[in-house]
């Protein structure tokens, strides 16, 4: 099988949508899908779109979503298609970056797109539609049922995105997929390896490690009240934050270490990334909005269960009570403190599900398994179309 790759931005970039795309391209090329690859590719606005789009910035309350345009994709599309016409693909694979290039491919051209929710899910979970202006919230729908009805298949990585598909836009059941995403590592350590740090991570005091360029969203806030909660509950718990730089009041410098970006990519912050994951007991992951959430694939991979949200993608990732737990919103301090204290106490339990949270990196969250598990689905749906 031979499928054309293609996005709006360079497909070998480490650190596009988190390294996702790049992992993806070699989770499939290790599943022996052949694929030729066709990125970066050009985004052409005509003139008056511009003008429309500036006018909004200066002067609208309301953001216009230029990248949505369907003039805009059509364009796309067309250079997607020449290049398809000259190849010998059996169809077009398309990750979802922020541009959807493959909205406007034509029927005739089979198409499967990898997403972590509909544009419609996306911004209205992580901005609000209302954000839009008029002229954008249209053209959101108008995007995601071009695309929704010309795949061959759309393959989403959560149940939550393929259930907001269906529930918005009425897509049958059989033509779409789950497909959860790949922890994004360079290297990834060995069962070994994490067997030695959770029997090694100390007892004296407990660290909580919170992941994300975004401190609000992700629940940065509640994060610092959790840590409090278990203080007072007399654990020395303590909070190592990665990813972005909040403002912290005295007190709570006291009992946080901020650690800024780390680019786990790169050797010196890989070695950086390793330490503080081996060392962590437990991942805070308690966001307002989240599609899915490749950290909490990263940190079983090193078998750090998650509290997280129950929310958008994360109980795809997440199995409550068995590799990390899901919070029930709002998030309540008191209540988590209580589950963690508990387990904290518990060697026993902690390690056992410590270690069911590697098994689950080791069988559904690795980019290995996720290549097999997308060439399954694909030769399934091209082999489907093709009898049509």
């Known amino acids: 099988m031979k499928l054309l790759y293609t996005c709006a931005n360079n497909a070998s970039d480490p650190h596009l949508w ?12 290790a599943a022996e899908v052949q694929l030729e690859i066709f990125d970066q590719i050009p985004f052409e606005c005509p003139l008056p779109l511009r003008l429309l789009h500036q006018a909004h910035k200066r002067l609208g309350r309301k953001i216009h979503f230029l990248q949505i345009e369907p003039a ?6 067309a250079r997607i298609v020449q290049r398809f016409d000259q190849g010998d693909c059996a169809g077009v694979f398309c990750p979802g970056t922020g541009v959807p290039v493959h909205a406007y491919l034509p029927r005739r051209v089979p198409v499967i797109s990898y997403l972590d929710a509909t544009k419609r899910s996306w911004i209205g979970n992580y901005f609000g539609l209302g954000t839009l202006c008029a002229r954008s919230r249209r053209q959101v729908d108008e995007v995601d049922r071009a695309s929704l009805a010309n795949n061959t298949l759309t393959i989403f990585s959560s149940d939550w995105a393929r259930a907001e598909a269906e529930r918005d836009y ?13 922890a994004n590592l360079s290297e990834a350590p060995t069962r070994a390896e994490v067997e030695s740090w959770i029997e090694a991570r100390a007892h004296t005091s407990l660290r909580m490690l919170f992941l994300g360029k975004e401190w609000e969203r992700k629940g940065g806030p509640e994060a610092l009240k959790l840590v409090r909660a278990l203080r007072v509950r007399g654990l020395a718990a303590s909070l190592d934050i990665v990813g972005c730089q909040p403002v912290l009041n005295s007190w709570e410098r006291m ?30 992951f308690l966001s307002q909005a989240e599609a899915y959430g490749i950290a909490l694939c990263e940190a079983a991979a090193f078998g750090v269960p998650a509290y997280a949200n129950n929310v958008g993608g994360i109980p795809t990732v997440v199995r409550n009570g068995e590799t990390g737990w899901l919070s029930p919103v709002p998030f309540s301090p008191d209540e988590a ?24 990196y080791e069988t559904r ?17 091209l082999t489907e179309r093709d009898a049509r």
């Open 18 to 29: 988190s390294g996702t795309v790049s992992n993806c391209r070699q989770a499939l090329q």
């Open 72 to 77: 805009v994709l059509r364009r796309a599309a």
């Open 170 to 182: 009425g897509i049958a059941a059989g033509r779409m997929a789950v497909v959860p995403f790949g």
């Open 255 to 284: 009992f946080t270490r901020v650690h800024g970006f780390v680019d786990h990519s790169a050797a010196a912050g890989r070695q950086i990334f390793r330490s503080l994951l081996s060392e962590a007991h437990f991942l805070v």
């Open 337 to 360: 403190a209580d589950t963690l204290a508990a387990v904290w106490h518990s060697p026993a339990r902690y390690r056992r599900i410590a270690l069911a949270a590697r098994t689950d």
């Open 365 to 381: 969250l690795n980019w290995t398994a996720a290549g097999r598990s997308l060439k399954l689905n694909i030769a399934q749906a």
